[in-house]
């Protein structure tokens, strides 16, 4: 029997978070060293089984299945099945790889009940990457579900002033979203198939009222996770609040989970629906992205902005799924995950700037360049990554999602507006905080080497992405193809 | 193997006697003895209880009389009533420990154990009612245990008022029931309700709404619920976890029994005034939850809204496999996570002394167990996979929408979404708030075990449900309804 790969990567860090938790009474060094071990084993599994379907060309099918496993065997349909594709792999590339940028990133910025913490990091990866492997819709709600319990713990005991509020919002907005969706999965159950297998339910031929009707269900679970303008509110006060570290796991990670769940559930199961209404939730991702950027620009807190330019990019994200063309999909796979590495990289800076300067107002913050220059060099960068300027990869998946845009519809050229409204913001942020003399800038410290080499890494795939985007690509593209062709 | 009779032997047996027995130890041993005798008893009949399905599974279905049928249905309930009193009775063990009159408490509990467990096997009204009062009279006397403390009082006097009065309603039920019928045994009352003429409709149509209204009182259906927060306020913590896994869970099956099995004739009439009761029982509940400012009176709203949640799958019951699955599966696994939220509760009030819900600020620095084990029966009580109360909403949920009754799922669903808005309060006080103090509490061994092995139940039957899923198909199935 092949080893369970899959399984491997979600129950290895599930195994060790109670491990870590007992080591971390012992040793608060130790728990750290642990995590990162850990966090290192899954990456490298993760690379593995990236690599090899990348080199296999195997993007457009299930590669390292396990299961179907009957989970209650008299409960037709609810199955522990696992499976990675060009869809799931990039993100749990990502996903791994930015777990072990947080376990780094919390080593200094995380000073109190350490133990706790870091079971609950490797806790949220194990169920992080059972979302993206999931073939189940029940094992998919299962590890979605799981996924907050964590996140609400972070916000609410490692989180800024107002953590309470933010971390109880967060927990109801995304639980109720949640159910929601759970009842689209009910219904698809009854009325179209007794099974919650979806690759099952992909080849059933579901009827367009069903489609449509569990479209929006779909809708408003992943619509808060990713978030689109109406369920937007729970995502500044939780990532204003987060600590840095959990700041990148939400924008990073947290938001991909619903980005996943429109092309793996809505353009998988539901084609005809999502051609027919394609163009209200490209409407809507249009709407997410000028909001986005809109409310960004009004904003003085760094995080604050930061966080609203993740709504800004996540918008993207939803216009080019519905595009349902190549360029649209593909593109938006790789939008997600330069996102999380970008985004990962600014929030990481306002973490440390706010550490170092004691605060995160762009107005108060003066002559970074002077003051903190690494900082601002990286902060420079991080930005540059955020506008989609063409030094890395950002730029080439906004382009290919702008293009799948037009080509499904002239008027949403539109779109293209939008990167100048995000480079405006960005530009007016560093003028105020690099390129200002500063005042009394005696007392502030650059960030340490360890740091400045750990949020380099952040740019990493970035650069190289942009270099050869054939190793994301070339996954991505297989599995859009294929699901446009099933599709369409 | 008779086990409505063994236990009948076992359980009154001891309870009868434990008083007297008592009366030989003196000194150290006094007061202790009983306690444990109870544990030791009410272990016994569980590992009866499970050792029958697993060793001779056929002749389940033999009738040891008219009045019981030993299947496995009344196995299941059986079971899930007598786990929450094991753990009543094991916590019990620290919480009532010098306490006046212990002896008498761990009697009355068996006694009640033992009318729960045959309410579970009954199939003749008389038996029903017979059990009915065995199971409710020994809960008056526990509520009202600390006879000097006036809430305990009041609260069982308004539970014994309206015990009484269900009682009343049922016993006039069932005398209608006898003349409509003419039988007491629920499988020729099923015969004969074919032959009622159309002109006798209203009478048993009257019959019936006594029926659910004298069930409804313990099931804790608005609007017969009034009694049930002061009541779990003023009893003893541990006996409001009895109330409220056990004998609720009781009369959930003489429902199953009675409405399914005698009554289907009139299935129309029921299954809208369940959908319609369920959904007002659910949402009231959540509501009111959201405002309580004591832990019991918060936990006590949610178990009517739980009752709501289960009475979903007795309104499909004859449309759907799944519905009476689904009650069969809540009543279980609500049970369990019930049981370890009461207790979680008994144990704070008993060492902070307060049942305010501000003593649980911070406790999760100060009793890091009971917090941690709370929390888990909070969020399977909300319902969060991977735990054992998602599993059993969803077969609910299923069932609704596969019995036609949608809107009664969206209903569910946002009430569970609307149910975290407290569950997930009582757990942002425990681990975010700070509390007064940070001083660690005593826990005793006897909460840590209960509390723990509640929590094993929760997590392992949530994590592998399939064998509790599959006793709840098998018990369905056996009735050999839909």
């Known amino acids: 029997m092949a080893i369970p790969i899959l399984s491997l990567m979600i129950f290895i860090p599930i195994v060790a ?125 299962v590890f979605w579900e799981i996924v907050l319990i964590p996140m609400f713990f972070f916000i609410g005991i490692w989180g800024g002033p107002r953590r309470k509020y933010a971390a109880m919002k967060f927990f109801l907005f995304t639980y109720t979203g949640s159910l929601v969706m759970l009842l689209g999965f009910l219904a698809l159950y009854i009325f179209a198939a007794p099974t919650f297998n979806m690759q099952a339910l992909a080849l059933v031929n579901i009827p367009f009222w069903l489609q449509t009707l569990a479209s929006i269900a779909t809708f408003v679970g992943f619509g808060v996770k990713l978030p689109v303008v109406p369920f937007h509110t729970w995502l500044p006060d939780a990532h204003v609040e987060a600590p840095a570290p959990i700041s990148v796991f939400l924008a990073g990670v947290l938001l991909k989970m619903g980005g996943y769940g429109f092309i793996r559930v809505n353009l998988s199961l539901f084609p005809d629906a999502s051609l027919t209404y394609g163009w209200v939730f490209m409407s809507i991702g249009l709407i997410t992205m000028f909001y986005g950027a809109i409310v960004a620009m009004k904003q003085t807190d760094l995080k604050r902005m930061i966080a609203l330019t993740s709504i800004n990019h996540m ?56 003051r903190m220059p690494t900082t601002a060099v990286l902060l420079m960068l991080g930005s540059m990554a955020g506008m989609g300027i063409p030094m890395f990869a950002n730029f080439l998946s906004e382009y290919m999602i702008i293009v799948g845009a037009i080509s499904s519809n002239i008027g949403l050229a539109a779109a293209v507006l939008v990167p100048v409204i995000t480079a405006a913001y960005f530009l007016w942020m560093i003028r105020k905080t690099v390129m200002t003399p500063m005042k009394n800038g005696s007392g502030v410290h650059d960030m340490s080497r360890f740091s400045a080499l750990h949020l380099s890494i952040y740019l990493v795939p970035l650069i190289l992405l942009l270099i050869f985007p054939w190793v994301i690509l070339n996954l991505t593209n297989l599995f859009a193809e294929n699901l446009i062709r099933l599709g369409g | ?62 009738s040891s009389s008219g009045l019981f049928r030993n299947d496995l249905m009344g196995l299941f309930f059986a079971l899930a009533v007598l786990i929450v009193a094991l753990l009543v009775a094991v916590s019990s063990l620290n919480y009532m420990r010098g306490e006046p009159n212990e002896p008498v408490y761990y009697s009355l509990l068996l006694f009640s154990a033992l009318g729960m467990s045959l309410l579970a096997f009954s199939v003749d009204l008389i038996m029903i009612a017979v059990a009915w009062e065995l199971m409710s009279i020994p809960t008056y006397i526990l509520t009202g245990f600390r006879k000097k403390d006036s809430k305990s009082n009041e609260g069982a006097l308004k539970f014994f008022i309206m015990g009484a009065l269900s009682s009343g309603t049922i016993l006039y039920g069932i005398s209608l029931i006898y003349g409509l019928t003419g039988s007491t045994n629920l499988f020729q009352i099923a015969e004969a309700t074919s032959t009622i003429t159309t002109g006798l409709y209203p009478v048993a149509l009257l019959a019936m709404l006594l029926l659910i209204a004298g069930f409804g009182l313990k099931m804790s259906i608005v609007p017969f619920h009034m009694w049930i927060p002061d009541a779990y306020e003023g009893a003893p913590t541990t006996i409001s976890a009895l109330l409220s896994a056990g004998t609720k869970k009781a009369a959930f099956v003489v429902a199953i029994r009675v409405f399914v099995i005698a009554l289907p004739v009139l299935q129309l009439n029921w299954g809208l005034t369940f959908a319609f009761l369920a959904l007002i029982t659910m949402t009231l509940g959540n509501v009111a939850a959201l405002t309580q400012k004591t832990i019991t009176r918060l936990l006590a709203y949610s178990s009517i809204a739980q009752a709501g949640y289960i009475l979903i799958g007795l309104t499909v019951a004859l449309q759907t496999e799944l519905g009476l699955i689904g009650v069969l599966f809540h009543v279980f696994t609500h049970a369990v996570m019930q049981t370890g939220a009461f207790l979680a509760a008994a144990v704070v009030a008993k060492k902070i002394g307060r049942t305010h819900l501000d003593s649980y600020n911070g406790l999760g620095v100060r009793m890091p167990i009971t917090a941690f084990t709370f929390t888990i029966s909070l969020l399977a009580l909300a319902g969060v996979p991977p735990l054992n109360g998602f599993w059993s909403k969803l077969v609910l949920f299923t069932a609704a929408i596969d019995g036609g009754y949608t809107w009664l799922a969206v209903a569910g669903v946002l009430n569970s979404a609307f149910s975290l808005g407290y569950y997930a309060w009582i757990i942002k006080r425990m681990y975010i708030d700070e509390g007064e103090t940070v001083s660690r509490v005593h826990e005793p061994i006897a909460f840590n075990t209960v509390l723990l092995s509640a929590m094993v139940i929760i997590v392992v039957t949530g994590i592998y449900p399939a064998p509790i899923y599959e006793f709840a198909r098998l018990a369905v199935a056996a009735l050999g309804i839909v």
């Open chain 1, 315 to 370: 918008g993207f994200v939803l216009l080019g799924v519905y595009t349902f063309n190549l360029y649209g999909v593909s593109g938006a796979i790789f939008q997600m995950f330069n996102h999380a590495s970008a985004i990962g990289l600014l929030f990481m800076l306002s973490g440390y700037i706010h550490k170092q300067a004691g605060t995160r107002e762009i107005p108060l913050l003066k002559g970074l360049m002077n």
């Open chain 1, 17 to 141: 978070a109670p491990l870590s938790y007992i080591l971390g009474r012992y040793s608060e060094r130790g728990v750290k060293i642990f995590a990162l071990l850990v966090s290192i084993a899954v990456l490298s599994l993760a690379i593995f089984s990236y690599t090899s379907i990348l080199f296999s060309g195997t993007g457009a099918e299930m590669s390292f299945q396990e299961g179907p496993w009957q989970w209650i065997p008299t409960f037709q349909g609810v199955e522990y099945h696992l499976g990675l594709d060009g869809l799931g792999a990039p993100l749990v590339l990502i996903s791994a790889f930015l777990t072990v940028l947080v376990v780094l990133g919390s080593w200094d910025l995380i000073k109190t009940r350490q133990p706790l913490y870091y079971a609950l990091v490797l806790f949220f990866e194990g169920s992080v990457l059972g979302v993206f492997t999931s073939l189940n819709l029940i094992l998919f709600y």
């Open chain 2, 1 to 62: 193997m008779d086990t409505p009779l063994i236990l009948m032997v076992l359980l009154g047996a001891v309870a009868l006697f434990t008083p007297m027995l008592e009366g030989i130890f003196k000194g150290e041993m006094r007061g202790k003895f009983s306690g444990h005798l109870a544990v030791a008893t009410l272990l016994l009949a569980i590992l009866l209880v499970i050792y029958q399905p697993l060793t001779s599974p056929l002749d389940l279905t033999a």
